[in-house]
């Protein structure tokens, strides 16, 4: 896959002056400065910042339609160039379903303790703008995005979309016209390089999305929700702590590595994971890591790092349930054991097809939120922490890689 850092996200030619600072700042730094700059817009429009949101729904309504055909092409590519088979594999099966579930378990527990969205006092409707988009020019621009990448070429007749589509993989291959095409994974390739390719530039207007959310939300309701966030922040990092602990007290009774080891071994991989917000982008050097600091059999760094690597992201799934939970408790729905059930379902699921980019989860968010009914436009809120928790479930990730290679090399050193 092509590169994976969307820090430094440039879009055609490289840019002077102004621009170009901005572009070279990392993500997360633009995201502060959105965030600043929405705080002052907020405090100074008051009620009217309410238009600002918009940028917020573009953002969501592309990372949306680019959620399918991301999630096609990543398992396609994983189950074309991944050697399956061989006794590992069940065992590897196995682990990666107990994992994400225990994951899940901790996420939906620690929500349901704190009830970290408690107290925010949002009404269902606060966010939908459903009716104004309509009536204003820019709602009816947001009308024609494509819901779905694919959807324009399908029979929504929405001609708008299929210029959209165009214009999006046009410009995407306009560098890779002249690479050449041998095989049908070379194919693939391409068409998941094209798509991550248009997700970093959608990633570009984040900043813009967080400036307009918060603008909208301190002008709209003050301060309120932030702490309710807060508490939310606070929340998902005890779940993840609770998890790694889970990783390395399985490590001690279920395999020859000691915690210590494969904490002291494996820190160039969880730093690395935290830096790039990328799990894809560490596989090399958790594999490395695993191989020749911590010592486990080349065999079993292969499964757990290369091959159950692009199947799981326990630290996503744990995420995705705890948003769900987190956003239905903040408008105050309650969410029935049916809906729970579908929260965990889709959240593993989510998190199997979650590639192993920045941003990755939030994207496929939007599938748990659409099959437990919860309103999708609440989304934007978690993109103002999501630069932050990213870095960690992403850490949490690379640590499932590293837990399952240990497990599968066993009580003996080989
Ligand atoms: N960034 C995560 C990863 O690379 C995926 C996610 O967004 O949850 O593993």
Redesign the pocket.
């Known amino acids: 896959m092509g590169d994976n850092t969307l820090d430094k996200t440039t879009i055609g030619t490289p840019h002077t002056g102004m621009i170009a600072t901005w572009q070279h700042l990392p993500l997360y730094g633009r995201i502060v400065i959105g965030v600043i700059f929405g705080v002052v817009a907020g405090l100074m429009l008051g009620s009217q910042a309410a238009v600002l949101a918009m940028p917020g729904k573009l953002v969501l309504r592309l990372l949306g339609a680019l959620a399918p055909p991301l999630i096609l092409a990543a398992i396609v590519h994983t189950f074309m160039t991944t050697r399956l088979g061989g006794p590992l594999a069940a065992r590897l099966g196995w682990l990666l379903l107990l994992n994400t579930l225990v994951a899940i378990t901790v996420g939906l527990t620690v929500a349901n303790v704190i009830q970290p969205g408690q107290g925010a006092g949002l009404t269902p409707s606060s966010l939908s703008t459903e009716t104004t988009q309509r009536t204003n020019p820019l709602g009816v621009f947001l009308e024609n995005v494509p819901k779905s990448l694919l959807g324009p070429l399908g029979d929504d007749g929405k001609v708008i979309g299929v210029i959209f589509v165009a214009v999006a993989f046009g410009v995407a291959l306009r560098h890779e016209r002249h690479r050449p095409i041998g095989t049908v994974e070379h194919v693939v390739e391409l068409f998941l390089d094209s798509l991550i390719k248009i997700l970093h530039w959608i990633i570009a207007l984040v900043p813009l999305a967080v400036f307009g959310i918060v603008a909208s939300i301190v002008g709209t309701e003050g301060f309120v929700q932030f702490q309710a966030l807060g508490i939310f922040v606070l929340s998902v990092l005890l779940a993840l702590v609770i998890q790694a602990v889970y990783y390395l007290v399985r490590i001690r009774f279920g395999s020859w590595v000691r915690p210590g080891q494969l904490i002291r071994g494996g820190r160039d991989a969880l730093v690395m994971?935290f830096s790039t917000?990328?799990?894809?982008a560490t596989m090399p050097v958790t594999y490395v890591a695993l191989k020749d600091r911590v010592g486990v059999r080349e065999q079993s760094a292969r499964m757990g790092a290369l091959v159950g690597a692009n199947f799981n992201?326990d630290?996503?799934a744990l995420?995705e349930a705890m948003a769900a939970l987190f956003i239905a408790q903040m408008i105050g729905m309650d969410l029935s054991v049916y809906q729970q059930v579908m929260v965990v379902l889709t959240s593993v699921i989510a998190?199997v097809g979650?590639?192993?980019?920045?941003?990755?989860?939030?994207?496929t968010m939007t599938m748990v939120f659409t099959a437990v009914g919860l309103p999708v436009p609440y989304i934007p809120v978690l993109l103002t922490v999501d630069w932050f928790l990213?870095r960690c479930?992403?850490a949490i990730?690379?640590m499932w890689d590293m837990n399952v290679s240990c497990l599968l090399d066993g009580k003996q050193k080989g």
């Open positions: 994971a917000a990328s799990s894809t992201n630290g996503t995420y998190s979650a590639a192993g980019i920045p941003e990755a989860g939030l994207v990213d479930r992403t990730n690379v």
